[in-house]
């Protein structure tokens, strides 16, 4: 079964860090495009970033862009976002997915159940 | 930045057909997605490159462009379907991706 399974989030202090993960089975991960996108509490999805698939191109929003870190590890088929300086406006659901296709032009076909952050004092 | 447009709800009877539109001056660069997500749970893929449909979305669901503004259809709509839905392209560049703030579908 083609599945992905997000980790790591929590309750953090505004100016913190964490380090989210999510662990990709059922198909061959090194294959494919990565994305981050999340869901503040009763607002619309923002994409986040995108990985290729060995890791030589990276893309963020503007709003994380020198916060956060996207990464990956094909060996251990795990897809990885590091958070740094939180703010509030970073509370949300993080979910990863799959972008099949060349640059993901076949859309993110493969969602996980995503991990909640919460960024408060 | 670059934004997409979806109008913020849409409502229809059940067995009519629901049009749900998203504007943005990239789209006719760019290709366009839909996504359907319902409450508590993560989104799912119903269209992709503008009018494609991934295996097992029913054949009620259909997407199409014209200029800056594509269209995703449902026809036939069912209890089930009533749902958010977020289209998502890509800024000219295709290097930034950006999803349209969601339109509620609500059954009646």
């Known amino acids: 079964e083609v599945q992905l399974v997000e980790s790591g989030g929590g309750l953090v202090q505004p100016g913190g860090s964490l380090r989210l993960s999510c662990a990709a089975s059922?198909?061959?991960?090194?294959?494919?495009?990565m994305s981050w996108v999340r869901q503040a509490p009763g607002k619309g999805l923002e994409w986040v970033a995108n990985?290729?698939?060995?890791?030589?191109?990276?893309y963020y929003v503007d709003s994380v862009k020198g916060r956060f870190t996207i990464s990956r590890d094909n060996a251990k088929n795990s897809l990885y976002l590091q958070m740094n300086s939180l703010r509030a406006e970073d509370t949300a659901v993080y979910y990863c997915?799959?972008?099949?296709?060349?640059?993901?032009?076949?859309?993110?076909?493969?969602w996980g159940q995503g991990t909640t952050v919460t960024v408060s004092s | 930045s670059y934004e997409l447009t979806q109008p913020p709800s849409v409502s229809v009877s059940p067995g009519q057909t629901a049009r749900i539109t998203c504007s943005g001056d990239?789209?006719?660069?760019?290709?366009a997605y839909w996504y359907q997500q319902k409450p508590g749970q993560a989104p799912v893929l119903v269209i992709y490159?503008?009018?494609e449909r991934p295996s097992g979305i029913p054949e009620r669901f259909s997407g199409s462009s014209s200029g800056t503004t594509v269209t995703l259809t449902i026809s036939g709509v069912q209890a089930e379907d009533e749902a958010d839905y977020y289209c998502?392209?890509?800024?000219?560049?295709?290097?930034?991706?950006?999803f349209g703030g969601g339109t509620k579908l609500t059954v009646l």
């Open positions: 490159k503008d009018s």
């Open positions: 990239a789209l006719p660069k760019q290709y």
């Open positions: 998502q392209s890509a800024d000219s560049s295709g290097t930034s991706w950006v």
């Open positions: 059922g198909f061959t991960f090194s294959s494919y495009w």
């Open positions: 997915a799959r972008a099949a296709g060349v640059r993901g032009v076949l859309g993110m076909d493969v």
């Open positions: 990985i290729k698939q060995d890791g030589s191109e990276k």
